[in-house]
């Protein structure tokens, strides 16, 4: 049983929403140490933090799409948070590009829908959200590029054109082989490289 509780309004103000309610929780929120906190569907999900080697994935990712970015705009990774309010979420992806515009705020929450590209790495525990969810939102967010790089499945899947129902493309290639990032980008995306390293590599 859910139980609703009115909140008292002060006069010439409006009541706060639940996702407001629940950013300000996930400010205050202790999250251990090498995890990180996102709001899927609602909820508070803390995730363990990257591998090592995906560092240089990400890097790889960004150093070839920086050359095509959209004027104005710069990509980057790291913990920045970007806010979905009509979808209640709120996500940190691990690559992300926007107008240098959206950055100039002292809030921690960063504008969605100023994303121009982001790009997610799959782990076992965010691999269904990244799959699932993150591109409902994304797409509905209106943002113009959404790259999953499913690190299981040793794959790279990119979704471009977004609209009220989705995305309207969906383009696929395993690591190893390029895949062509869709406008604004409109350049193509070398995946080798992209593989966990072998024992020999983490040995050497």
């Known amino acids: 049983m859910t139980l609703m509780a009115e909140r008292p309004v002060i006069n010439g103000t409006r009541p706060r929403s639940d996702f407001e309610e ?46 095509h970015l959209p004027d104005g705009h710069r990509i980057s990774y790291g913990p920045f948070l970007y806010v979905f309010p009509g979808s209640e979420s709120a996500y940190g992806p691990d690559i992300h590009a926007a107008h240098r515009h959206a950055h100039r705020t002292t809030s921690n929450h960063l504008d969605g829908e100023a994303l121009s590209f982001v790009a997610e790495l799959t782990s076992t525990s965010t691999r269904s959200d990244d799959l699932t969810d993150k591109v409902d939102v994304y797409a509905k967010a209106g943002v113009p590029v959404y790259l999953i790089l499913d690190m299981q499945e040793q794959q790279a899947i990119v979704y471009g054109s977004p609209s009220a129902k989705g995305y309207e493309l969906r383009l696929s290639k395993p690591f190893g082989e390029k895949l062509d990032i869709p406008d604004p980008f409109g350049c193509t995306l070398a995946t080798a490289g992209f593989q966990a390293p072998s024992e020999a590599d983490t040995e050497a």
């Not at 400010?27 to 591998?51: C, F, M, Q, T």
């Open 22 to 67: 629940l950013l300000d929780l996930l400010d205050e929120l202790n999250v251990p140490d090498g995890y990180k906190a996102e709001i899927v569907r609602g909820s508070i999900v803390v995730s363990p933090w990257s591998k090592g080697y995906y560092l240089d994935v990400m890097e790889l990712v960004c150093d070839q799409l920086r050359p």
